[in-house]
Every structure is written in C-alpha cells, then in structure tokens.
C-alpha cells in the first residue's frame, strides 16, 4: 500500500475526530453516516468476476471480497460497518449474495444483519450461541465491549462443502488458528484461496481461541490446495501473498511453537506481549499469564505499539 500502517492510524484518528461518530448498537454504527466518501472503499477489480473491497482508511485497513458466479455471489466478509459495504456491492452485481465472514471479530462482520443470507461453519460452539433463532455472540468473539453482534444464520457450512456460485465452485475450508472459527474459500479455477486473517504479515494469537499450532497446521493445510504458482488474498492488505510466502509462515510459526525463535518484549494497544520475528512475518502472543487481548472500547479504538505504561 502507498501508506505505511502508522501513516494510516494517523489519518483514521484525524479523521474520526472531525467525524460524527456513535458507539456500535446491534453491529451498526447508528450515529455513522451511511454514505461513504468517494474514497472510502478502494474497488479493486482483480478479474471480471472477482473484487477486493478495501477501507485503507480505516485503521486496520480491511479487505473483503467478492467472488462472483453466474447465479450467485459470495461476499467474504463486510469489513468493519463503519459504512455500508452492501451499497458497493450492489453496485458490482444484481445476484442473490451470500455472506461467508472469515471469522467473527467486529471488523470482519460490520453490518452484517443487513444481508438476508449468511452462513457460518457449521461446529457446535457457533451452534450453540443461536437463541430464539438468532445468533448471538459474545464479546470475547466479536472483540467489541460496546455491543455484541447478533444476525439470522441462513447456511451452516459444513468443512469442506462445495458451494457453486454457477459455473465457479469453491470450497469453504475449516482453518482455525486466529480463531476457533475461522475459514477459508478456495476459488480452485482461479488458483485463489482467501484466508482472512489467517495468512498476515502480523500474526496475531491474541483472543480468546488463538492457537498457534492451528494457525501452522490450517496454512499447511492451504499449501494443499494452493498451487505453487498460486494466490492468497487476506483481510488487511491488497497485494496477494503467493505459494513461497505461505510457506515461510507456517515454517516460522512452527518454529516459535518449538521455542527456536528468541522472543522479544514488545507493545500493542498499551499491554504488554511477546513478539517473534519470523523472515517479513511477525508473530505476537500475550505474555504469559495474560489470557488474551482485551476486547475494544469501539469500532475506532486504535490498537498501536506505543510503549506500554509497565514493562
């Protein structure tokens, strides 16, 4: 991207100052205008059928996309729901949508409740948080301590389904790690995976769920179905990492799980953490007796590396 990351947390606050700005009711910002600046979403046609939807905006920058077919599109992931991203969708196609999210931090399912067919992987801990016939999550889950999200479960996806989108079939893949929950789409006509935040230059093993060993093992399991002169597309960046990329983040993981990589003290969101460089991946996990990272104030609460106030 053009801007380095602290660049863009610089503008987002500058921006979130001047901007009207309310605390999150049921996944929605409700004090948010609806109607984004021009430059808010960054379309990216990667090819007739498929496009990235980028906020490089907002502060961790968040990549959705969507994957078109000939009687149905997949839309991975709504981004954070600071503004409507089904507008931008529906200007990209007029068939019926169904909304897969990577997993369920609140930047990847803002505003979901506004689409009409959602599916999750089917496991019994998403089962079970399904109440009256909506499901509700938890804010360990969602990452917010402002609300929780709640939405109406269309599809429960089994690991390994096939969904064919008319003369495209993906595959919806179980891939834990970041989280218990999180999947991946293999677009193999494409030689694409999408991978959420599973596949990053930073690692986070920081909430509830996070597992290290997982997060090697589901890319691995990527290596599988990627071909070597194929790509990944994750959720925070818009150039697509390739085959040997995928390859030195799950060798490096592998490495901090045996404890050959030396860990360095380092900061993030003023709480102390353990850190891990691992070639162009870094690896960051709480400290030990730190159970995991504290859910957020709000969709703004910038997360950054500034010193923590106790080493």
């Known amino acids: 991207m053009a801007m380095n990351i602290r660049e863009v947390r610089m503008r987002f606050r500058k921006w979130m100052s ?14 948010a205008p609806a109607s984004p600046p021009k430059d808010w979403f960054h379309i990216i046609r990667i090819d007739a059928h498929t496009f990235a939807l980028s906020e490089p905006k907002y502060w961790q920058q968040n ?3 969507l994957l078109i077919g000939q009687k149905q599109a997949l839309l991975f992931d709504t ?42 992987i089917d496991i019994p801990a998403l089962r079970a948080e399904v109440h009256d016939g909506v499901f509700v ?8 301590n402002s609300s929780v999200s709640k939405f109406h479960v269309t599809k429960w996806i089994k690991d390994g389904t096939v969904i064919d ?45 996070a597992d290290l060993a997982q997060i090697a093992a589901s890319v691995r399991r990527l290596l599988q179905v990627l071909p070597k002169d194929g790509s990944d597309y994750e959720a925070h960046r818009e150039p697509p990492w390739h085959y040997r990329d995928l ?24 709480q102390p953490m353990r850190t891990y460089a691992v070639g162009q991946f870094t690896v960051t996990t709480p400290l030990a007796g730190v159970v ?20």
């Open 247 to 270: 390859e030195e983040e799950a060798a490096g993981v592998e490495s901090v799980v045996r404890g050959d990589i030396p860990v360095k003290r380092g900061c993030l969101g003023g």
């Open 79 to 120: 981004g954070p729901g600071i503004y409507r991203i089904r507008d931008v969708v529906q200007t990209l196609t007029t068939l019926p949508v169904l909304v897969i999210p990577s997993h369920l931090h609140f930047d990847h399912v803002g505003r979901i409740q506004e689409f009409s067919d959602i599916g999750l």
């Open 165 to 209: 989108l008319g003369g495209r079939p993906v595959t919806v893949l179980s891939t834990p790690g970041h989280t218990p929950d999180s999947v991946s789409i293999v677009d193999p006509g494409r030689k694409r995976v999408f991978s959420g935040d599973l596949v990053d230059k930073d690692v986070w093993a920081l909430t509830q769920g």
């Open 18 to 31: 001047g901007a009207v700005v309310g605390t999150i009711a049921a996944n929605v910002l409700a004090a």
């Open 292 to 311: 995991t990272l504290k859910p957020l104030d709000s969709v703004e609460t910038v997360l950054d590396d500034a010193p923590c106030e106790r080493q």
């Open 63 to 65: 990549v959705s996309y």
């Open 137 to 144: 999550e938890t804010e360990n889950q969602f990452m917010l």
